[in-house]
């Protein structure tokens, strides 16, 4: 592969950069080793500059942190990366940066991971969504050391423990695959995704703190598909959630659809409008419905600012931008980023990695004119100054 693909400084923006919207998109910096081709495997051990399939990722003007799914680790680089490739400055969930493998590489979830996704930073804490772990994590400040142990377990009895609902049934204390975590206004969500819920609590929990508010199930006991049937108050696999203090958006991304609320629900009740879908009982995905800028397949992520919203449109190998968070259905995006026009959905546009293709973007953040993508088929993260 040609090297100038992997120069420090970012290309001149492309016909794939940017379409249909005022502003130009840019690739800014690959975080990640280069990549063998899209879906490829990375070098079979991993370096403090390599990442695998990750699925989360923070940006701000201190840190840049990516779950890295696929070698069970945090990657934390303090003071965001400016040169392609760079090194990370610490990692949890190992030992250090060359060994991988769940819990520590088997030396425990004391310390250890397993295929953790999520991430919020507030006021200082580090808060983490262990999915396959089944709890969320807390840090009561970012870690400068590596294989730091967080201070909070949430979801689990103690840190020990690491089966889903806690053992048992359904309830208001355990989760199942917790993929996705926010803080919308004052209230923390959690994307509780096998247990096709999302759960929310005035403020960050503390251990055993009952939820105080449960949306897409009649109750907290329940887990149902879709409760049984596929409308405007279901869920088949939430995944990620976003909004503002007024707005509540969760990507729906089993039904191929982000579903919001205007204002944030006070409880389990129908949302007020649906994007990715044409109506509330429509759950279609390519090439059963149209490749279009209303069309979504499988979005497992999405993020606002500044009264903007990104979605990670991830099966369709795109970001989609709209330069005003939508408040009824079917808004079109504006823009589309990984794409040369919102009808192609192809994997790195069926061509060779590049800074700004695409392919299985798994997680976003925004960050002012910032995007952190977790690009997961591609083994990086791309940050991008997305033109707003």
Request: proline share 9%.
């Amino acid at each position: 592969m040609p090297t100038e693909l992997f120069v420090s400084l970012a290309p001149a923006p492309g016909p794939n950069a940017s379409f249909n919207g005022a502003g130009t998109a840019v690739p800014l910096v690959w975080v990640g080793a280069p990549s063998p081709g899209g879906l490829g495997l990375p070098a079979a051990m991993p370096t403090d500059s390599q990442v695998y399939a990750p699925r989360g990722v923070w940006l701000d003007d201190d840190v840049l942190i990516v779950s890295d799914t696929g070698n069970h680790r945090i990657l934390i680089w303090h003071g965001p990366p400016t040169t392609d490739h760079a090194a990370a400055d610490v990692v949890l969930g190992q030992a250090d940066f060359v060994h991988e493998g769940a819990q520590a590489d088997g030396r425990g979830p004391d310390n250890g991971l397993r295929l953790p996704t999520g991430l919020v930073v507030d006021d200082g804490r580090l808060i983490v969504a262990d999915a396959w772990n089944h709890r969320i994590l807390i840090w009561n400040t970012i870690p400068q050391r590596n294989d730091t142990p967080a201070d909070l377990v949430i979801g689990q009895a103690d840190r020990s423990s690491v089966e889903e609902n806690r053992g048992g049934d359904c309830g208001p204390t355990g989760f199942y695959w917790p993929f996705g975590i926010a803080l919308v206004g004052e209230r923390f969500y959690v994307a509780d995704t096998g247990n096709r819920r999302v759960l929310s609590w005035h403020g960050i929990p503390e251990p055993g703190q009952h939820p105080d508010l449960v949306i897409g199930q009649p109750s907290a006991m329940e887990r149902d598909e879709n409760r049984g049937e596929l409308g405007p108050a279901s869920f088949r696999w939430p995944h990620d959630i976003a909004g503002t203090a007024g707005t509540l958006l969760i990507a729906d991304a089993g039904n191929h659809r982000v579903l919001g609320w205007d204002p944030q629900p006070a409880g389990d009740q129908p949302a007020d409008f649906v994007l990715g879908q044409a109506d509330f009982v429509s759950g279609g995905e390519f090439p059963y419905v149209p490749q279009t800028p209303t069309s979504m397949r499988f979005p497992y992520a999405l993020d606002v600012v500044d009264g903007r919203m990104a979605v990670a449109d991830t099966a369709n190998n795109r970001i989609l931008l709209w330069d005003q968070i939508p408040t009824t259905s079917t808004v079109p995006a504006d823009r589309v980023l990984g794409q040369p026009n919102f009808a192609k959905n192809g994997e790195n546009r069926w061509d060779r990695v590049a800074h700004d293709t695409l392919c299985w973007p798994y997680g976003i953040h925004l960050h002012g004119n910032r995007m952190a993508v977790a690009d997961s088929g591609n083994n990086r993260v791309m940050i991008w100054d997305v033109g707003w």
